[in-house]
Each structure stands twice: as C-alpha cells, then as structure tokens.
C-alpha cells in the first residue's frame, strides 16, 4: 500500500511539473520594435504564466548571463553590427521549473538609406504650364521602404508613403510665378531617416510683354538701293527673339534679344512688312509684331517743264512768263534758271508757276531748269525749256 501511495503521488508531482514546464515553454516573446530594430537597445514583452524569473542572452550557451527577477517589459541591448540577431531566452517559476531555451530574431539596422535623390522631372529648369502646378517627380533611393515629400523643409502635414513606384505626382506650391523648391526624406523599415534632400524648378507662366517693332524710327518709305533697313526692338523680360518677312518665320531662327538690328529687305520696289516674336529663357512667346515700310528706289518719271503753254517767244517787257510743271509720283521740285540750280530751294510741287521771271538783261534765248523729287528722296534728272525773249529794245 505504502508503495502505491509513492506511484502515485510521483505520478502526480511529474504531471504538476509537466503542466508547469508547458506553461513556461508557451512564454511569448514581442520586440517591439518588430521585425526590426535601428538601435542596438530594444525593450522587450514578455507574456507568461507562473514566472519567477528569466534570462536572455546573444549566445544559446547563455555564456555570461544571469538570472534575473522577472519583468513584464525589459531593456535589452543587441550586440554591435548590423544584421540578423539571435536572441535566447529562458524562464523559471517559483517551484524553479525551468522553461526550454526559446530564440526570437530580430534585424539591427542602424544605416539610413543611401544613395538617395529627388528629381523634378521637366525637360528644362522652366515651369510654364499655364493651368495647373502638377509635375512628376523621380524618386532615387537604395534601401528605403517609405518616403515623404514636401513644398517645405519642414514636411507639415505630409505623412510617411510607402514606395510603390519610382515615380510620382506632385502639386507645386500655388502662387506667383517664382522658383518653387520640393523637399523629400526617406525611412527604412528599421525607422532610419535619411536627411533633407532638395530640387528646384522656376515657375515662368507669363509671356514677355509690351512687344513693339520700328522701322528706320518710323519712317513709311526709304530709297536706298541696298534694301537695308534700321530695326529697333523693344519687349520687356525678352531674352530672344525672332524675324522674318513672313508671318509664319519661315527659314528664321531665334537670336538673342537686341534693340538695334540692320536687316536686309526683299528685292524689289514696293511696301515691305517685317514680323518679330519674343521669347524669355523659359520658352513663353509673345504674339506676332509688325512694321511696314515702302521702297522706292525709282526717280519720278515723265517730268515735264513747258513755258508759256509751249510758247516760242515771249514779249512781256518784265521777263515774266508762266511755268507748266508735271511729274510721276513726285511730292517737291526746284526751279532755276541756271543748270546748278544755284540759290535754288526744294518745294511742293505745283502745276503751274505764275510771273516766273527770266534772267538776264538782254533779249535772246532763255532757259530754264526744273528737277523733281519724290516722297522717297529720289531725285530725277534735270530738265530744260527755252523761249526766246524779244521786247524790240
């Protein structure tokens, strides 16, 4: 009898610390950082029934730790070096049952992502859109999991992204046309930041303005053999600028912004029209721009200069007789009676010149000179009328 109360009560006692075995071994173990670390200090979680005390350690040997009164939530400190680490833990209750050896895993990861970078992908250092402020922006990195990005440094507002793509949206801060910054940062899955990045783009939405074009300072015709022409130019915020004879600038090419520019004209007599269209560094252009100007190199044709209606002599005691005067396109003409037309002076033409008087004292042949000029400054050739004076004395 005595025997049997012995069996059973070891039965009993080996069921108790079995019991009490599985228990400790069903301890639960929380990083809580999670998966990963960036510190080499983690606190630790431990969920468990009947324990007393416990021991964690970087070896399976447990070589150099102790024993330790147990604590629900305990600091730990991960060996240097990053990578997977190991850690080992084993339990006791009071009855100094002990637990099996337990491992958990964790990451230590102290280095930020690298090699990072932020883009706004336009063709050029311009923003000219006039109806929105999207862009797309590139986003470099290696090692990141999350990124945020901002109109300032300071990300307020701006919650963490996961990266899905190595390309994104973006909205511009609003306002005036101006430069316009985006600032990113990156995150690892061990929560390591990367410091502030930056790119920059200018937002030139507006046109250069005020545009004019000007011909030989206004001029409405010129006569110069050659063609050429005086140019003057004005734009406000032009950096370059375009001309042509055509309006769709067919052959031209954009040169930079100038005030003064001698241009060659077409061949040919007749009006003449020069275009110029503006362009500032971002590539806005301004509207079409346009002067005329006539050439006119031909002197004014079938001139004529009759005396007395055609009269072979004259009479008249003073010397006065009445010029007929006619000539194509002319606007002035002179008048002498001496070829150099000395002393002569330009005026309007007129068809007709009342009490010219002859020179001279003496009867005999006279002559005179007449020359036209059109509105173009040509000047034709002087032509020449006779009468005879014959006043008898």
Avoid at 173 to 190: N, S
Avoid at 320 to 347: C, I, K, P, R, Y
Wanted: charged share 25%.
């Amino acid at each position: 009898m005595r025997i049997l109360f012995i069996s059973i009560l070891s039965i009993f006692i080996f069921s108790i610390q079995s019991i009490a075995q599985n228990s400790l071994d069903r301890t639960r173990i929380i990083f809580k950082s999670g998966k990963y670390s960036n510190s080499t200090h983690i606190e630790i979680e431990i969920h468990g029934v009947g324990i007393t005390q416990m021991m964690a350690s970087g070896s399976k040997s447990f070589e150099g730790a102790r024993w330790i009164k147990f604590s629900k939530l305990f600091s730990y400190h991960l060996s240097n070096g990053d990578g997977v680490k190991e850690v080992y833990f084993k339990f006791k209750d009071a009855d100094g049952n002990e637990s099996k050896v337990l491992m958990k895993k964790i990451i230590l990861d102290t280095t930020p992502p690298s090699d990072i970078s932020v883009k706004i992908d336009v063709p050029t250092k311009y923003f000219t859109d006039p109806n929105s402020l999207k862009v797309g922006v590139i986003l470099g990195h290696k090692g990141a999991k999350y990124f945020q990005i901002s109109n300032t440094s300071a990300f307020h507002g701006n919650k963490w992204r996961l990266i899905q793509d190595e390309y994104v949206e973006w909205d511009l801060a609003p306002g005036d046309d101006g430069v316009r910054k985006i600032y990113a940062r990156y995150r690892d899955q061990a929560g390591n930041i990367t410091p502030v990045i930056t790119d920059e783009i200018i937002v030139d939405r507006t046109a250069p303005f005020a545009g004019k074009l000007t011909i030989n300072a206004g001029q409405k015709i010129t006569n110069r053999q050659d063609h050429k022409v005086d140019l003057s130019f004005f734009c406000r915020q032009a950096d370059s600028m375009i001309v042509a004879q055509s309006s769709n600038f067919d052959g031209a090419t954009w040169e930079p912004y100038a005030t003064k520019k001698s241009y060659k004209l077409s061949d040919g007599d007749g009006p003449k029209q020069v275009f110029v269209k503006y362009k500032d560094l971002a590539g806005n252009q301004t509207q079409t721009y346009s002067s005329s100007i006539s050439i006119d190199t031909s002197a004014p044709q079938n001139i004529t200069l009759v005396i007395d209606h055609g009269a072979e002599s004259t009479k008249n005691i003073n010397k006065l007789v009445v010029l007929q005067l006619d000539g194509d396109d002319a606007t002035m003409m002179m008048v002498s009676n001496t070829s150099s037309f000395q002393g002569a002076h330009w005026q309007q033409v007129q068809p007709s010149i009342s009490n010219w008087k002859l020179s001279g004292e003496t009867d005999g042949m006279k002559y005179v000179y007449a020359k036209f000029k059109d509105e173009a400054g040509n000047i034709s050739r002087p032509i020449r009328a006779s009468i005879e004076l014959k006043r008898g004395f």
